[in-house]
């Protein structure tokens, strides 16, 4: 029941729907519709709370940006009466319209009234606002809520991972083998791994890293894998952006979508390849990851990185990303764009 009630506090739609119905209640309620008795008359009221509801939406979406994103209480204000009394004039004004003469609803001298139509406009205002705006911060507060737990989550992972036994046994195993047929490249080879282990550690708790930072992990890691499969895998990684030292990314974000193309597109012993470019313009980055897909293989993945990576691509850029993933049996290829953010320094 509870998992229930959670979808739809977290369902726009769900929400709007609600207050609909919630305002549509109290504005029949407050002009005594149980007395009417014509389908006319029903048509005119509706009518009349449209244009409540225009109002209000007309309210949400122009004034109180003003207020939310400015921070101009007082122009907001003075917006919101202009706009109450606009809407109180067109109402008193079909009033008098001979339509109206035969409705079953504002009967009253007072009904008819100016004052009576301001009230009923400022009223409607604050019935459909007032939930609209508790529905927004509750979901800004679940958002950041939730983007603390994963962020907490992270950090937690990437402590256990940083000494992971199996990472270790390759990387060493490939030290070995190098340091054996070539010695003078064992130096460069170690000076890779520490970089890489120096960024995991030195990354877990930061939410934002400088974007250059997070590609020389990448190549460093790239690098690491070309040494692993030799010549047996086609590898490539290209790298570009427009202005440098001006982005920033969250850490370890763009790593998992690689590390799972090596992982599969590199285990079989035939002809293998994997392609990487990561191109950044105008604050857009573009991942695109192909890697092959071996006809029999062995890898055993819960896809708990990959989960993860896309739900922390969620809380962190909301709308502000876009991630297509295709596979087919002889290719598995990940399309990610994201708009960055922009600062020179590391966050916190």
């Known amino acids: 029941m509870n998992k229930i009630i959670n979808d739809l506090m977290d369902n ?17 309620l407050k002009n005594d519709w149980m007395f009417i008795s014509s ?41 919101t009466i202009i706009g109450i009394f606009i809407f109180s004039v067109l109402l008193n004004k079909l009033m008098t319209l001979s339509m109206f003469s035969q409705c079953q609803l504002y009967q009253n001298s ?13 009223g409607t205002l604050v019935c459909i606002l007032s939930p609209i705006i508790v529905f927004k911060f509750y979901r800004i507060y679940k958002q950041q809520t939730d983007k603390i737990i994963l962020y907490n989550q992270m950090q937690v992972n990437s402590l256990r991972t940083q000494l992971n036994p199996h990472f270790l046994f390759n990387t060493f195993n490939t030290l070995y083998g190098i340091s054996l047929q070539f010695p003078q490249r064992t130096s460069d080879l170690i000076m890779k791994v520490s970089q890489l282990m120096r960024y995991q550690t030195e990354s877990t708790h930061k939410e934002f890293v400088c974007l250059e930072n997070e590609l020389d992990f990448i190549n460093s890691y790239v690098q690491l ?22 982005y920033k990314i969250s850490p370890m974000l763009l790593i ?23 191109s950044v313009k105008n604050g857009l980055l573009h991942l ?6 071996p006809k029999e293989s062995k890898v055993v993945s819960t896809n708990i990185g990959l989960k993860n990576t896309i739900a922390r691509l969620k809380l962190t850029y ?7 993933i295709t596979n087919d049996p002889k290719t598995y290829n990940v399309d990610l764009k994201i708009q960055l953010k922009m600062g020179k320094n590391e966050g916190n």
């Not at 894998?225 to 001006?246: H, L, M, P």
């Not at 909301?318 to 297509?324: F, K, P, R, V």
């Open 318 to 324: 909301g709308e502000d990303y876009s991630l297509n």
């Open 225 to 246: 894998e070309k040494e692993r499969v030799a010549n047996r895998c086609d590898i490539s990684y290209f790298s570009e952006i427009d202005k440098e030292s001006t």
């Open 288 to 293: 695109i990851v192909v890697n092959s897909v």
């Open 39 to 79: 389908l006319g008359s029903i048509m005119l009221g509706v009518l009349f709370y449209v244009i409540l509801y225009v109002h209000a939406q007309f309210n949400r979406f122009i004034f109180l940006p003003i207020l939310f994103k400015k921070h101009k209480p007082i122009i907001y204000i003075l917006l």
């Open 256 to 278: 998992t979508f690689i590390e799972n193309a090596f992982k599969h597109g590199t285990c079989a012993i035939e002809k293998c390849y994997v392609h990487i470019n990561i």
């Open 110 to 122: 007072h009904q008819r009234s100016f004052s009576f139509q301001f009230a009923s406009v400022s």
């Open 12 to 28: 726009k739609w769900w929400q709007e729907f609600a207050v609909v119905a919630f305002s549509f209640t109290i504005y029949t």
